[in-house]
């Protein structure tokens, strides 16, 4: 028990070092944004010739930042998070799975797997995001064919985590 105890206040002092981006404005230099918000987790260019530059806390936090860097290497807006509601209701069956790494950065897990579809085996690309919304502990997985269009979305609470959901 203290172990256990020991192990999840490690994981909170070290989630509470790393900052949400709430320091910085537009117009910070990248330097400035990696210093204060750690190694980034992946970079994506955009046609416009901005950098979306990721900052996961995943798999053991359940947040994704983004800062979005202009050409001239400069924060364009406020550093956001990435998994929200709206960000979440927003991803629909059909869209392209370079959409969705845009828009949530990079999921907490992902892995390939076959499944059945009206029977037929299919392999499907599985990506799942750990959340919170409000006070919920949230799971969201995304199933993508082979040709990267997102088939399937299923956002859940997170009874493997969240004890105070869990059916008695």
């Not at 002092?13 to 330097?31: D, E, I, V």
């Not at 046609?47 to 979306?52: E, K, P, V, Y």
């Not at 860097?69 to 059909?94: C, F, S, W, Y």
Request: charged share 25%; with cysteine; glycine share 8%.
């Amino acid at each position: 028990m203290i172990r256990h105890f020991a192990v999840v206040l490690s994981i909170a002092l070290l989630a509470g070092c790393a900052s949400s981006g709430a320091k910085l404005a537009p117009g910070a230099t990248r330097a400035e944004v990696e210093k204060e918000m750690g190694k980034p987790t992946e970079t994506l260019k955009r046609a416009n010739g901005d950098t979306l530059v990721y900052f996961s806390r995943q798999p053991d936090g359940r947040v994704i930042f983004v800062a979005t860097i202009g050409p001239d290497g400069k924060l364009r807006t406020e550093v956001q998070q990435t998994l929200t509601r709206r960000n979440i209701a927003g991803i629909k069956a059909g869209m392209q799975a370079k959409e969705v790494r845009e828009l949530l950065g990079p999921p907490g897990k992902s892995g390939r797997t076959s499944v059945s579809v009206a029977f037929e085996p299919a392999v499907r690309d599985i990506w799942e995001y750990l959340w919170t919304d409000v006070s919920e502990m949230r799971k969201l997985f995304l199933q993508f064919s082979t040709d990267g269009t997102l088939r399937e979305k299923i956002d859940s609470l997170d009874f493997e985590n969240d004890k105070s959901k869990s059916m008695p």
